[in-house]
């Protein structure tokens, strides 16, 4: 149980293309999912905390315009990267929290972006 | 001042050996920690969760908290060099829905 899908797995785009990622759980219900970045060598970091049927809340620094997060049900959220650039590619990571007692967050596998 | 915090190793362990991977953490008011493994180029999976003082075992991981000193460690029996990746440490405070997560403990195990 507690798994967590991510599509797609790598992409690759031009600069100035919007990409969208999707993250599902598949056996639990998450009310809330969570969206990392992580360069290579370096911490995962926390972009923002997505609520079901509510606006996200970004962390610090992070454009909330450049970073389209839409958590429309309680088993998929999405992330869309618009007008990519180079320096946005990393790897990108979802969470699901599950909603019982000890709410434990079960990752996606992650979704490597390329912008050229 | 780092809420999590974790040595970056990297750590090295002979194969068969208990590998020892510690985290303190700097919010009283913590109740669920967790422990996650993540290979290269992979997203982290976890391994453990514990929130109550004490040892936690599950097959050969050990999770131990101490509230009182404020830290969680996780031990590895019999280390196998699949064991090899790096170790996170991730807390939850009270009422806040966010994971706080140590920077990571590189791991090798020595064949």
């Known amino acids: 149980g507690a798994v967590v899908s991510q599509h797609p797995s790598r992409v690759i785009c031009k600069s100035g293309t919007s990409v969208k990622i999707e993250c599902r759980s598949l056996d639990f219900q998450a009310t809330t999912m969570f969206w990392y970045r992580q360069f290579p060598k370096q911490s995962l970091m926390l972009m923002a905390t997505?609520?079901?049927?509510?606006?996200?809340?970004?962390e610090q620094g992070v454009e909330k315009d450049k970073f389209l997060i839409n958590h429309a049900s309680l088993t998929l959220s999405t992330l869309t990267v618009t007008s990519a650039h180079p320096e946005d590619s990393s790897f990108y990571i979802c969470?699901?929290?599950?909603?019982?007692?000890?709410?434990?967050?079960?990752f996606g596998p992650g979704t490597r972006l390329l912008v050229l | 001042q780092k809420e999590v915090e974790q040595n970056s190793g990297p750590l090295s362990v002979p194969e068969g050996a208990i590998a020892s991977l510690n985290c303190t953490y700097s919010?009283?008011?913590?109740?669920?920690f967790f422990w996650y493994r993540q290979y290269s180029g992979k997203s982290p999976e976890l391994i453990m969760s514990?929130?109550?003082?004490g040892d936690k075992e599950d097959g050969r991981f050990t999770a131990q908290l101490n509230k009182a000193s404020q830290y969680v460690s996780l031990l590895i029996r019999d280390s196998q060099p699949s064991d090899s990746a790096t170790y996170l440490c991730?807390?939850?405070?009270?009422?806040?829905?966010?994971?706080?997560f140590g920077t990571g403990t590189r791991l090798t195990i020595i064949p």
């Open positions: 919010d009283r008011v913590s109740q669920s």
């Open positions: 997505s609520n079901e049927g509510s606006k996200a809340t970004y």
């Open positions: 969470s699901a929290r599950e909603t019982t007692l000890r709410e434990t967050q079960y």
């Open positions: 991730a807390v939850r405070s009270f009422g806040n829905e966010k994971l706080t």
């Open positions: 514990i929130y109550s003082n």
